[in-house]
């Protein structure tokens, strides 16, 4: 059985961190990426992941701490979790979550967000309802939070207010907001979606998010990635020339 990495300081130089680990292009975002996880090591965000050349891993941090517009003092947050290929029902996902869930033993609970259905770049719920997870609220268009309360007392998770109307203060054109949190960003936004955007006319506004209080804030509770069309939220699916039309209409 493959042994499971925990990132740290010392070794995430030398380790990779799974996704984007084949892409060229991204090269500066997976960069980038490694050097955001190192600065949130100090507010215990854990990267652990299976000892193979694979996508393979889960991230989770403290609720407080985390990159998410949600309220759920003392829970932990699984931040982003992915088994692909040929390491899926294998049991691999369950060993990961097992790791987060024994880390977790003196929190309230565990919180994750997902989408009403399966949504790319983010956790099947399918999985976290095996697991004993309750669905505690959700958030326009198609985002839903689900918690794993660990002791009897413990308040219930909720998203701010903020983050569950789906709009954003820029009511004119495309806005894209995105994180270091994800090593696809930096290319994708920057070169991708601002070549096809200005190839489709339309006038596109780039803003990260470079701080946890402002991700705390956003205007929906995905983070990493969110695109909005005349200020109403259109997708957290990190758009190329391939998908842009698909959501991006008239």
């Not at 070794?11 to 190192?38: F, L, M, Q, R, V």
């Not at 095996?130 to 998203?159: H, I, S, V």
Request: aromatic share 14%.
């Amino acid at each position: 059985m493959d042994n499971i990495i925990k990132l740290d300081k010392q070794n995430i130089s030398e380790e990779h961190i799974c996704c984007a680990i084949s892409d060229k292009k991204c090269k500066a975002g997976y960069e980038a990426k490694k050097d955001w996880i190192t600065k949130q090591f100090a507010d215990g965000f854990v990267f652990k992941k299976l000892d193979v050349r694979g996508k393979v891993f889960i991230e989770y941090v403290p609720a407080e701490n985390a990159w998410s517009p949600i309220d759920a003092s003392g829970y932990m947050l699984i931040n982003c979790f992915w088994v692909s290929g040929q390491f899926k029902n294998k049991g691999n996902g369950k060993r990961l979550y097992d790791e987060c869930l024994n880390d977790s033993k003196d929190k309230n609970g565990i919180v994750v967000i997902t989408g009403a259905k399966k949504l790319p770049f983010m956790s099947d719920k399918k999985f976290f309802q095996k697991q004993g997870f309750e669905l505690c609220d959700t958030a326009e268009p198609n985002f839903e939070l689900w918690y794993k309360r660990l002791k009897m007392n413990a308040p219930t998770p909720k998203f701010k207010e903020c983050a569950k109307n789906g709009e954003c203060d820029n009511k004119n054109g495309l806005t894209v907001y995105y994180t270091n949190g994800c090593p696809f960003t930096e290319y994708y936004v920057n070169t991708e979606l601002v070549d096809v955007a200005k190839e489709k006319g339309y006038k596109l506004k780039v803003i990260k998010i470079e701080s946890k209080e402002q991700a705390q804030n956003h205007f929906v509770p995905f983070t990493n990635y969110s695109i909005f069309k005349d200020g109403k939220f259109v997708t957290q699916h990190i758009l190329n020339d391939k998908y842009f039309d698909k959501f991006i209409r008239e």
